[in-house]
């Protein structure tokens, strides 16, 4: 049974109920990640512990921008910025909310951090997770201890995404966020999709996208959360189209989040 941690369903209005006891968040194409009711669903999952980044190292993120009103020898000023990225609980949240059936089966080719898995558990889902840093893993494992209290434990699997996603069990629902090329380092591991040229890694994407498609059940979701990204030379990469052509090409269109 999913548990309710924040906001209480409207029950005598049922479907009557508003928008927001319905869908948690209002169900738009655009999703304002800064409003008030965002911001408190955050913070709420926040105080229960979440930490996300533990298992990765700190400014993992290298990005590239060009400053528009800026120029340095005549041309624009570029700005490179730093950090290591976290995945939103709210929207992790929402997505098994309003695309998976209660009580159903997750599978996440590229778990990375502890958000999803534990999210999943305190609403009651299973989850199947594969990431290739040992050291994640454990701290995965160390935090579904340290928050979650009887929920069932989420599964992360130690291994290669691109061979390990033929174990995933039937899913009623696929969500990820892969890593975007190299814009993350995450080990040295020559197998790990972040230390691949552009054309490896998409070759490795590929291979995944297709074992979600064999795991899927009919009439079932996937969502990989995504952006484009731009390179160290300040080019975007394509990343987006690219992912998109890998899902079509499988006959699986599934759900594309553009989340900024």
């Known amino acids: 049974m ?8 409207d029950e005598k209005n049922g479907k009557q109920g508003s928008i927001r006891n319905r869908f948690l968040i209002s169900p738009f194409s655009i999703l304002d990640t800064k409003s008030g009711d965002w911001r408190k669903r955050r913070n709420n999952w926040k105080d229960l512990g979440l930490k996300s980044d533990e298992g990765r190292g700190e400014e993992l993120v290298f990005s590239v921008s060009f400053d528009k009103y800026g120029t340095t020898k005549g041309k624009p000023r570029k700005q490179i910025t730093q950090g290591t990225s976290v995945f939103d609980p709210v929207l992790c949240e929402l997505m098994y909310t309003w695309f998976c059936p209660a009580g159903g089966q997750v599978v996440d ?7 999803r898995g534990i999210v999943a558990a305190m609403l ?13 893993v454990t701290a995965n494992r160390k935090q579904y201890a340290e928050i979650c209290d009887g929920q069932k434990e989420p599964e992360w699997i130690l291994g290669d995404s691109t061979v390990k996603i033929k174990d995933a069990p039937r899913a009623d629902f696929v969500l990820s966020c892969p890593p975007y090329g190299d814009l993350e380092k995450y080990s040295d591991n020559p197998k790990d999709l972040s230390n691949m040229s552009y054309e490896n890694f998409m070759a490795g994407m590929k291979k995944v996208i297709q074992g979600c498609y064999d795991c899927l059940k009919r009439n079932s979701f996937a969502c990989f959360v995504i952006s484009d990204y731009r390179d160290k030379s300040g080019n975007y990469s394509g990343f987006m189209p690219d992912t998109i052509n890998a899902f079509k090409a499988e006959g699986l269109p599934g759900i594309m989040i553009l989340y900024l």
């Open 109 to 115: 080719p590229f778990c990375g951090g502890s958000v």
């Open 2 to 9: 999913k548990q309710k941690l924040f906001f209480e369903v």
């Open 124 to 136: 009651g889902y299973s989850y199947w997770g594969i990431d290739i840093r040992e050291e994640q």
